[in-house]
Antibody
Framework: QVQLVESGGGLVRPGGSLRLSCAAS????????MNWIRQAPGKGLEWVSY????????SYADSVKGRFTISRDNAENSLYLQMNSLRAEDTAVYYC??????????????WGQGTLVTVSS | QSALPQPASVSGSPGQSITISCTGT?????????VSWYQQHPNKAPKLVIF???KRPSGVSNRFSGSKSGNTASLTISGLQAEDEADYYC?????????FGTGTKVTVL
């Protein structure tokens, strides 16, 4: 079955960096667009970024543009999110999620369980 | 990229029907039949319950249904059950990004 497992979260000081990873199994990563979505404690969902199959099409939320970088390694079945210049407001659970855009229907279907990023001094 | 307004909370008794609204704009909900809805239980990952406005993924109860009129999408849960108590989020595609709703807490009385 489809499985997405995020890792790399933790406590980081403001201005610091962190790299999140997402390991995919149960499907072929190279057949799908992928997303990162976050949820601050007790708050709603916020889309962060998506990346096309080849990595040539990438989009970011205004709130992270210029600070975060999404990437993927299809051979390793992995998705990444490099987060720089972290701020307190970036504190959230970060989910990686599969996207059905390639089928002609942009929809986020499966989600991982998330990894918590805490930005605090 | 502002969140789509949803009612903060909706409640109903077992067996009743409830409807959650999601108000978008002509740039997102109104432009695409690409509205999806997610159910999220506490400390769990969101689960897709409706996609493309009206479609249900395999395995999702037919008590869940979706609709859209203009810039507003809606999710209806009929025959409310205790297990439906959760947070619900709408989501719309908007060309270069996705935008989520503010979320609605559904309480089964």
């Amino acid at each position: 079955q489809v499985q997405l497992v995020e890792s790399g979260g933790g406590l980081v000081r403001p201005g610091g960096s962190l790299r999140l990873s997402c390991a995919a199994s149960g499907f072929t990563l190279s057949d799908y667009y992928m997303n990162w979505i976050r949820q601050a404690p007790g708050k709603g969902l916020e889309w962060v970024s998506y990346i096309s199959i080849s990595g040539t099409t990438i989009s970011y939320a205004d709130s992270v543009k210029g600070r975060f970088t999404i990437s993927r390694d299809n051979a390793e079945n992995s998705l990444y999110l490099q987060m720089n210049s972290l701020r307190a407001e970036d504190t959230a659970v970060y989910y990686c999620a599969r996207d059905l855009t390639v089928s002609g229907s942009p929809t986020i279907d499966y989600w991982g369980q998330g990894t918590l990023v805490t930005v605090s001094s | 990229q502002s969140a789509l307004p949803q009612p903060a909370s909706v409640s109903g008794s077992p067996g009743q029907s409830i409807t959650i609204s999601c108000t978008g704009t002509s740039s997102d909900v109104g432009s695409y039949n690409l509205v999806s809805w997610y159910q999220q239980h506490p400390n769990k990952a969101p689960k897709l319950v409706i996609f493309e406005v009206t479609k249900r993924p395999s395995g999702v109860s037919n008590r869940f249904s979706g609709s859209k009129s203009g810039n507003t999408a809606s999710l209806t849960i009929s025959g409310l059950q205790a297990e439906d108590e959760a947070d619900y989020y709408c989501c719309s595609y908007a060309t270069t990004y996705y935008v989520f709703g503010t979320g609605t807490k559904v309480t089964v009385l």
